[in-house]
C-alpha cells in the first residue's frame, strides 16, 4: 500500500463506511447481503483504500476499525470460495501479498489504529484486527484464528502477526488447536487489551484513538530458544483437529522467530495454496459444511423446548438431563434408586448453580407435567423400556412428545406400548452426553413430520447435530461401530498381532483400536450389545458370527473383560492401561496363518467403509453427508479422512471398489451404490437427498 497523495474526496467503499468524530476516521466493515461480514479481495481492497485515505489524512489523528453489523465483526473468509483459490494458485498468492501489505502499513504506522470488536472476530477477520495497534472488546466478543480445524493456516498474516501479542508458546497452542476464546480469557493472554460493555465500546475506540499514543507492539527478533519453546508447546497438545496444519504452523512460527516477519510471512504465501488442494484439507471442510446443513435442517422446524423430564438416572440419563439445565431447559430426572438421583443431581452441578437451579430430582413424577418432551432412559432392556414407556404415556398431556434413548433396540417394537406412537421416536445420545456432538433422530414408520421436527428442535436446544436415520438393527451409528469391532476381533482370531492390530488401527486415523474399544465398553456388552443386538441380526451370510461371539465368550470366561474389571484385551495396573494383556494369544489360540503387516489397518478401514456403503443401498440414511457426521462426530471415524462417503469420493470410486475387491471377501460388500458411482465417475456427496429413511 503506497498512496502518494490524500484524497480529495473520499472514495465510496462499498464494504466499508467511513465517519470522522473529532479527529478520528471511524470505519466499519458492512459487506452488503450478508448476515455477518465476511474477507474477500473486495473488503481488502476497500479497507486499503480507507486505511489510505485516514492514514495520508492530517486531520486524522487515530483510525478506529469496527463493524457495521449490529453483535458481531466478522466470521473469516466465505468457505465457498475456498475452490477458487486452489484452481488459481497465482492469484491466490497474489492477494495474499496484497493482505501481507495492508497488514505491514497497519504495524508500522504511526498513527494508532484500535480495532473495536463485539461478538465473533475470527479467522480472516480477526488476523485484520490484529494489524490493529490497541484492541477493544465487549464481554460477549469471542476471538480467535480456527483455520487449524480446516487444516489450513492463517494465512492472511495471523502466525506472524499473532506472536506480536501473545508468547511463542501460547500462539503455538491456539493455532495448532483452532481454540477460540471469550474476551475476558483473550484479555487474560494479551490478545485484547480491554474489555468494556457494549454501551461504552465506540466510544471508548474513540477515545483511545484521539490519544495519539501507539504502544509498542514488536514482532519478537532472532530466538531459537523461543522458537523451541513454540514447537515444544504446539507438539505437547494431544489432539489436533490436523497435523498436517500443525506441522505449518510450527513451521512458521520458527521461521519467523529465527528469520522475521517477512520470512515468515513468505511462508505463510508458499503454504497456503498447498495445504488447501490437500486431502486432509479437504476433508475438514467438507465435514464443516456437512455438520453446518445438519444444524440448520431443523431450524424454524417445530418449537424448542423450554423444559423436559427424564425417566432414569443412570449415566445416559443423568447425562442427558445435565445437558439440559446446562443449556438453559428445565429438567426433572426421575429414578427409584436415591443414589442415581444423587449421581444425577452432580452431573448437573458441574454445569454450574444457576443450572442446577433449573434440574429436579424425584422418585415419583414431580415435574412430568410441564415438560414437553420426555426422554426414557433406562437400561437396554426392551421389556423395562416397554413398561417405563406405558407409565410416561399415562402421565402425560396429549402434546407431549415421547422418545427412548437406546441404540439398537428396535422403535417399532417399543412404539406399541404407547397411546400416541405417531408422537414417539428414538433419540440415541452418546455418551459422556455432555460431550458428544451427536444425536441420532430414530422415527419408527408411524412417527409423523412433526414429531420427527421436534425431536430435532429438542437436539438443537442441547446443542447437538442431529441426523435421521432408519429404525434397523443397529440404527447406523450402532451397526457401523458393531462391523468395526467384530472385525478386530476377527483379525485377533486369525492370529494377527494384538499390537500390529491396534497401532495400524492408529495409522489409519482411528483414535483408538478396536481392542482397546473392546475394553473400554467391557467384553459383555460387546458381546451383548454389538453381537447379540446387531451382528446376529445384520452380519449372517457374510461374517462367521458365532465364531466371534465364541472368541468373547473364551475371553470372558478366562478373566479377560475390559478395563472396568481390571483385565482386558490390554493389561491394567492400578487403572492405568500397560500394553497387551500377557494371557490374550493364549486363549485366543488361533490355528490361523496369521495376518500379513499392513492388512489390519486396511481391512479395518474397509470394514467401516462397507457397512457404511450398505447403510445407504438399504435407505438407512437421508443422505451420505449425514453418515459422514455421525460416523466421525459418533463412533470415531477419523476426522481427517472427512467420514466414510467423503473418503470414497477422495480416492474416487473406482480406486475405492479397487480396494474392496482385492479383500475378495464376502465380509467386505461393496454393494449397489459403489459400482454404479464407479462406472460413471459418480460421487457420493451429489446423490439425491431422501426425505425420510426407511424403504
Not at 369 to 391: F, G, I, N, W, Y
Request: glycine share 10%.
Amino acid at each position: 500500500m503506497s498512496p502518494t497523495a490524500p484524497p480529495d474526496v473520499l472514495p465510496s467503499h462499498p464494504t466499508i463506511s467511513v465517519t470522522h468524530e473529532d479527529g478520528v476516521a471511524v470505519l466499519r466493515l458492512d459487506v452488503p447481503g450478508r448476515t455477518m461480514n465476511v474477507v474477500d479481495e473486495t473488503v481488502v481492497d476497500d479497507l486499503i483504500a480507507a486505511m489510505d485515505a485516514a492514514l495520508l489524512d492530517p486531520a486524522v489523528v487515530g483510525i478506529v476499525l469496527t463493524s457495521g453489523k449490529e453483535g458481531s465483526f466478522g466470521g473469516g473468509a466465505d468457505l465457498t470460495t475456498l475452490p477458487a483459490l486452489a484452481e488459481d494458485p497465482e492469484s491466490t498468492v497474489r492477494y495474499l501479498e496484497k493482505v501481507h501489505r495492508l497488514m505491514e502499513s497497519m504495524c508500522q504506522t504511526p498513527k494508532p489504529i484500535v480495532a473495536a470488536l463485539e461478538g465473533y472476530a475470527l479467522g480472516g477477520a480477526f488476523e485484520l484486527v490484529l494489524g490493529s495497534s490497541t484492541i477493544v472488546a465487549t464481554e460477549d466478543a469471542v476471538v480467535g484464528l480456527p483455520e487449524a480445524t480446516l487444516g489450513l493456516i492463517p494465512a492472511g498474516g495471523g502466525t506472524q502477526l499473532i506472536l506480536r501479542r501473545v508468547a511463542p508458546e501460547t500462539a503455538a497452542e491456539l493455532l495448532v488447536t483452532g481454540r477460540t476464546l471469550t474476551a475476558p480469557s483473550a484479555l487474560e493472554v494479551g490478545l485484547v487489551d480491554r474489555v468494556v460493555p457494549a454501551d461504552d465500546l465506540i466510544a471508548t475506540a474513540i477515545a483511545t484513538a484521539r490519544t495519539g499514543e501507539v504502544p509498542l507492539l514488536h514482532h519478537p527478533g532472532p530466538d531459537l530458544a523461543r522458537a523451541d519453546a513454540a514447537d515444544a508447546a504446539g507438539r505437547a497438545v494431544r489432539r489436533v483437529p490436523s497435523e498436517t496444519a500443525r506441522a505449518a504452523v510450527l513451521g512458521l512460527l520458527r521461521r519467523g522467530l529465527s528469520e522475521g516477519r517477512a520470512a515468515g510471512l513468505a511462508g505463510e504465501r508458499e503454504l497456503f495454496v498447498p495445504l488447501l488442494r490437500g486431502d486432509e484439507s479437504a476433508a475438514l471442510i467438507h465435514l464443516f459444511h456437512a455438520e453446518t446443513a445438519a444444524k440448520r435442517r431443523f431450524r424454524g422446524l417445530g418449537t424448542a423446548p423450554t423444559a423436559i423430564a427424564v425417566v432414569g438416572g443412570g449415566q445416559m440419563g443423568a447425562g442427558i438431563a445435565a445437558a439440559a439445565v446446562a443449556h438453559g431447559l428445565r429438567a426433572a430426572v426421575r429414578d427409584i434408586d436415591p443414589a442415581r438421583i444423587g449421581g444425577a443431581r452432580e452431573r448437573a452441578a458441574a454445569a454450574g448453580p444457576q443450572a442446577l437451579a433449573r434440574w429436579t430430582g424425584t422418585s415419583a413424577w414431580e415435574g412430568f407435567e410441564p415438560a414437553q418432551v420426555v426422554v426414557e432412559a433406562v437400561l437396554e432392556l426392551p421389556d423395562l423400556k416397554r413398561e417405563t414407556l406405558a407409565l410416561v404415556d399415562a402421565r402425560v398431556g396429549p402434546d407431549t412428545l415421547i422418545t427412548t434413548n437406546t441404540s439398537a433396540i428396535p422403535v417399532a417394537r417399543l412404539a406399541a406400548a404407547l397411546s400416541r406412537p405417531h408422537q414417539f421416536l428414538g433419540t440415541h445420545f452418546f455418551s459422556p452426553v455432555e460431550k458428544m456432538p451427536l444425536v441420532e433422530l430414530v422415527p419408527h414408520a408411524g412417527t409423523d413430520a412433526d414429531s420427527v421436527a421436534r425431536a430435532g428442535g429438542l437436539a438443537r436446544a442441547l446443542g447437538k447435530v442431529a441426523v435421521v436415520v432408519a429404525d434397523r438393527p443397529g440404527f447406523y451409528t450402532s451397526r457401523v461401530y458393531a462391523r468395526w469391532l467384530v472385525e478386530g476381533l476377527r483379525l485377533l482370531a486369525e492370529g494377527a498381532d494384538p499390537a500390529l492390530v491396534e497401532s495400524e488401527a492408529r495409522a489409519v486415523g482411528f483414535p483408538v483400536g478396536p481392542l482397546q474399544a473392546c475394553d473400554e465398553v467391557t467384553l459383555e456388552l460387546v458381546r451383548d450389545a454389538s453381537v447379540v443386538q446387531v451382528a446376529e441380526r445384520v452380519f449372517p451370510g457374510r461374517i462367521d458370527v458365532p465364531a466371534v461371539k465364541e472368541l468373547l465368550e473364551r475371553l470372558i470366561d478366562a478373566g479377560i473383560r475390559g478395563k472396568r474389571h481390571g483385565r482386558g484385551c490390554y493389561g491394567y495396573a492400578a487403572g492405568r492401561r500397560s500394553g497387551i494383556e500377557p494371557d490374550l494369544a493364549r486363549v485366543v489360540a488361533s490355528p490361523g496363518p496369521g495376518v500379513a503387516p499392513g492388512a489390519s489397518g486396511e481391512r479395518l478401514l474397509l470394514a467401516f467403509v462397507t457397512e457404511s456403503l450398505q447403510c445407504w443401498d438399504d435407505a438407512t440414511l437421508c443422505h451420505p453427508d449425514d453418515g459422514d457426521v455421525a460416523a466421525v462426530l459418533g463412533i470415531g471415524f477419523p476426522r481427517a479422512l472427512g467420514g466414510p462417503f467423503h473418503w470414497v469420493d477422495r480416492q474416487g470410486a473406482g480406486e475405492a471398489l479397487a480396494r474392496i475387491e482385492r479383500l475378495a471377501s464376502p465380509a467386505f460388500p461393496a454393494g449397489a451404490a459403489l459400482p454404479r458411482l464407479a462406472a460413471t465417475s459418480g460421487r457420493f456427496a451429489d446423490e439425491p437427498r431422501r426425505a425420510r429413511p426407511g424403504p
